[in-house]
């Protein structure tokens, strides 16, 4: 049985169980006017029960009681009753008003204790006791709910971001060697092979100077030529091999805002973007998928603007539409879900739904370290 339900049901059971004795009482008595109190009373409290929010209409039990205990000797129990549920409802002026409409009907008067007066007022004050601790009780039920909830909540987050997190380091290595592929084959392009084809080519153009009728030199100095010429040959064949046709960094964004179908995508890029590393660009690619996945699903944009700047600390992509606004919408589990991946690498997400709908991913660059190693 869950905790938070065990006042409210030891609550129901006192007031069957006051409606019980108020029935016996009815029985011994059999006034009309007793029957229709009590038939008020139970339609009252099952009104309250079923909807919370009328739980000010005991105020009403109050009066009518007050009213009715002139006709009915028996209408000041059922008063008792009222002041238990206003002490459990926090309604403590009820509970006041109650023991005010009790001495104005002449039957609890403090100032003549008599055996029946007493055992009214013990019962009024049992009647305030219990209500007040049952309430209590219930609030404390509440409280320790909510914070379980809580605590469910984060649980389930965590445990979605560790999904996430083991979903996205396959991909992450993936992308690490492919751009460590294309940068070894532009290394490979841009610096060694340049190197020696230009070697190549200078002993090309000495062969023509040589003077030497030794034809074995010759016949040496050809075939080390034509091996350099295999060697650069496989070179070029190893550069072109190394190179991806997977997109990476700049590429991939550009190419998912290109296959966007709902509306124009503007692409814009500043700065030196070859310096952001592997792991930043997978959250830059998920921050904008989310983006363009929410246009498609939530908002009728017209456009969609993206900005990527890159500076030499810092990296800021800004993604902006003019679709349609929900006001007091609520962030969902997949912008939380981003956000929390852009915090774990130093970084912040932002989302702006004022006139236009803005999200902007700020995340620190970290430099390379420039330690030297001595042989």
Not at 204 to 217: I, S, V, Y
Not at 325 to 344: E, M, T
Request: charged share 20%; glycine share 6%; with cysteine.
């Amino acid at each position: 049985m869950n905790d938070a339900s065990k006042p409210e049901i030891t609550f129901l059971i006192c007031k069957v169980a006051g409606f019980g004795l108020m029935l016996a009482f009815w029985f011994y008595e059999s006034e009309l006017v007793g029957f229709f109190l009590l038939l008020f009373l139970v339609m009252m409290s099952l009104l309250r029960w079923r909807f919370p929010k009328f739980s000010p209409t005991v105020m009403l039990d109050a009066l009518a009681c007050a009213l009715l205990s002139t006709y009915w000797g028996y209408a000041h129990y059922a008063l008792i009753l009222v002041i238990f549920e206003g002490m459990y409802r926090r309604f403590f002026w009820i509970s006041f008003a109650g023991m005010y409409f009790l001495q104005l009907a002449g039957v609890a008067s403090f100032q003549v204790v008599e055996y029946v007066n007493l055992h009214l007022i013990l019962l009024v004050i049992l009647g305030m006791l219990c209500g007040f601790f049952l309430g209590e009780w219930e609030r404390e039920c509440a409280s320790k709910h909510s914070l379980r909830d809580v605590e469910a909540r984060k649980l389930h987050e965590l445990e979605h971001q560790q999904s996430d997190m083991m979903t996205t380091l396959p991909k992450i290595e993936r992308m690490t060697a492919v751009s460590e592929r294309a940068r070894i084959a532009r290394d490979i392009h841009d610096n060694a092979g340049h190197e020696i084809v230009a070697a190549y080519i200078s002993l090309q153009t000495m062969r023509k100077l040589f003077d030497t009728e030794d034809r074995e030199t010759l016949e040496l100095y050809d075939a080390a030529l034509e091996r350099l010429q295999r060697g650069v040959d496989k070179i070029r064949e190893t550069a072109h091999n190394l190179q991806t046709v997977t997109s990476i960094g700049v590429e991939i964004l550009l190419e998912i805002c290109q296959k966007f179908p709902d509306c124009p995508v503007d692409f814009r890029t500043y700065g030196d973007t070859s310096r952001i590393p592997v792991y930043v660009w997978n959250v830059l690619e998920a921050c904008l998928n989310e983006s363009l996945t929410n246009v498609t699903r939530h908002a009728r944009a017209s456009y969609v603007s993206v900005e990527l700047d890159a500076t030499q600390h810092l990296v800021r992509l800004c993604i902006e539409n003019d679709g349609t606004i929900k006001p007091g919408g609520k962030v969902g589990s997949g912008l939380r879900n981003l956000r929390h991946r852009a915090i774990s690498i130093g970084g912040s997400l932002t989302v702006d739904a004022d006139k236009k709908f803005r999200l902007v991913c700020v995340i620190p660059i970290q430099e390379e370290s420039n330690e030297t190693i001595d042989c």
